[in-house]
C-alpha cells in the first residue's frame, strides 16, 4: 500500500498557536469521511482556521468503506481525512482497499480511537501522511495539513492588522496611520498601508500624498494583478512606509464579492513584512471577510454608549468569526473630552472582553493640526506623549510585547446592567 512516493515530515508536537508570519496553505481540495458526526463537527470547524482559507473542505459519513465506494467512480481530491472504528490489525488491509481506489499524488489523513505507537509506525511506512488519535482539537488537524501542504522553504508571508471603528468618527484611520508611522520610525520595519475605504479614504490626506494609482487600480485589473503591477501602484509615504491609496471619488459605487481583496492581499504580503489595513465603518461581505483572515483586529472605540455596544457586537462576531484565532483587541480613542460623560476605560474594556492597548487622549488642538498639515502626531509634536502610546500599540500589534494602556478618563459614568460583563 502506498498513496505517496515519498514519506511527509511530521511533527511529535501538537500545532501550536499560529505564529506571526505563518504560512497559509494552498489551495486545495480535502473530503473526509467520517464514523461520527461529532468527528464531522470537528473536521469541519478547521475551516474557520485563517490558515485554511483557500481551501474547499466537504465530509461525508461512511469511514473508510465510505471512501472506498466514493473513489471507485469520483476523482480522488489533494487530501482524504478517513475516520476508522476498526481493530489495530484490521486498519492497513481496509486502508490497502482505499489505496487501490486513490491517486498516487492523494494524501491520506486517518483519524483512529486507538493509541499505539506499533500502528502509528506501520501506517507512515506504508504512505499514510498522518495518523491523529481522537479526542483531538482543530488545531492539530490544521497542524497536520500545514506540515503536509506549506512549502517549508518559502519566505514567510507579511503579519496583516486591520484597524476598524465601532462607530463612525471613532478615529481608526488615524490610528492607524500613527501605528504604522511607529512601526516603520521606531522599529525600522517596512510597512504598507491598505485604505480599503475607495470612496472616502484618507490616508492621502494624511501624508499629504495625490498618487495617481492606488488600490483601486489593483482590484480592477482582477486577475491580472502581479508583483510587479503591484510595486508600480504604491507610492511611498516616508522611510519604511508605502501606501496603496484610496481613489476618493464618487463617480462609480465600489460593491465587491467576499473574496475580491483575497489576491492583493497575498501579493501585498508577500512584499511587505507589515501590512496595515484601514478597514471602512461598514458591514458588507468583504469586511466580515477581511476581518476573519486578518492577523490582528483592533477595535478602535470613543468611550460612550453607543460605542460600546458597536464594539460588543464587532468583537463576539470577530470572536466567532476566527475562533482559533486571537481576540480583538481595543484601542479607546478621544478620552477625557471636556464636560463629556464617559465610560471608565476598564469597564468598557471588560464589558467588550477585550484586552485595552492603548488609549488615546483627547486634543483638539494637536490632532487638527496634523491632520490640516497632512502630517503624522510624531513630525507635529515629537515629545507629546500621545506617541508613547502609538508606540506601545505598535509593539503589541507586531507581537513584540504586551502593551500598557496608558492615559487617563474623567467625568466617568456607569454602565448600564444590560450591557455590563457577565459572569
Not at 484597524?163 to 471613532?170: E, T
Not at 511607529?182 to 498601508?193: F, G, N
Request: charged letters at 20%; a negative charge; aromatic letters at 4%.
Amino acid at each position: 500500500m502506498s498513496f505517496l512516493s515519498s514519506e511527509p515530515k511530521r511533527s511529535e508536537e501538537p500545532a501550536a498557536d499560529i505564529a506571526p508570519g505563518a504560512r497559509l496553505i494552498p489551495r486545495i481540495t480535502i473530503q473526509a469521511f467520517c464514523e461520527h458526526s461529532q468527528t464531522a463537527q470537528l473536521v469541519e470547524s478547521a475551516i474557520h482556521d485563517r490558515r485554511m482559507s483557500k481551501v474547499a473542505l466537504t465530509t461525508h459519513n461512511g469511514g473508510i468503506d465510505g471512501a472506498v465506494e466514493t473513489y471507485k467512480s469520483n476523482p480522488t481530491p489533494n487530501l482524504i481525512i478517513v475516520e476508522t472504528l476498526l481493530a489495530p490489525d484490521e486498519i492497513p488491509g481496509a486502508l490497502e482497499r482505499l489505496a487501490e481506489v486513490c491517486d498516487a499524488s492523494t494524501r491520506v489523513v486517518v483519524l483512529g480511537h486507538v493509541n499505539d505507537v506499533l500502528l502509528y509506525r506501520e501506517l507512515i511506512r506504508s504512505g499514510i501522511s498522518e495518523y491523529i488519535v481522537l479526542p483531538a482539537t482543530a488545531q492539530q488537524i490544521v497542524g497536520a495539513i500545514t506540515e503536509l501542504f506549506a512549502s517549508e522553504n518559502a519566505a514567510p508571508i507579511g503579519r496583516t492588522v486591520g484597524f476598524v471603528s465601532a462607530k463612525g468618527g471613532a478615529g481608526s484611520s488615524t490610528v492607524a496611520h500613527n501605528v504604522a508611522w511607529a512601526i516603520a520610525t521606531v522599529l525600522r520595519q517596512d510597512s504598507l498601508i491598505l485604505d480599503m475605504d475607495l470612496a472616502f479614504g484618507t490616508a492621502g490626506l494624511n501624508f499629504n500624498q495625490d498618487p495617481p494609482h492606488g488600490l483601486a487600480d489593483a482590484l480592477m485589473a482582477n486577475q491580472k494583478v502581479d508583483q510587479t503591477m503591484l510595486d508600480r501602484l504604491m507610492s511611498k509615504a516616508a522611510n519604511h512606509i508605502s501606501l496603496l491609496t484610496a481613489p476618493v471619488t464618487l463617480d462609480r459605487t465600489y460593491d465587491f464579492e467576499e473574496r475580491e481583496f483575497e489576491q492583493v492581499l497575498e501579493l501585498c504580503q508577500n512584499t511587505m513584512p507589515m501590512v496595515v489595513l484601514d478597514i471602512p465603518h461598514a458591514w458588507n461581505a468583504w469586511v466580515r471577510q477581511t476581518l476573519a483572515t486578518v492577523d490582528e483586529v483592533v477595535i478602535v472605540a470613543e468611550p460612550d454608549l453607543a460605542n460600546l455596544r458597536n464594539a460588543k457586537n464587532l468583537a463576539d462576531t470577530v470572536r466567532a468569526l476566527r475562533p482559533t484565532e486571537n481576540a480583538p483587541c481595543l484601542v479607546l480613542n478621544k478620552v477625557a473630552m471636556p464636560r463629556r460623560p464617559e465610560i471608565n476605560p476598564a469597564e468598557f474594556a471588560s464589558s467588550v472582553e477585550c484586552q485595552l492597548i492603548g488609549q488615546l487622549p483627547f486634543d483638539a488642538a494637536l490632532f487638527g493640526t496634523a491632520a490640516n498639515n497632512g502630517q503624522m502626531i510624531a513630525e507635529v509634536a515629537a515629545n507629546n506623549k500621545i506617541n508613547d502610546v502609538y508606540r506601545a500599540i505598535s509593539m503589541h500589534v507586531t507581537g513584540r510585547q504586551a502593551t500598557h494602556a496608558g492615559g487617563k478618563s474623567s467625568s466617568l459614568m456607569k454602565l448600564p446592567s444590560f450591557l455590563k460583563k457577565r459572569a
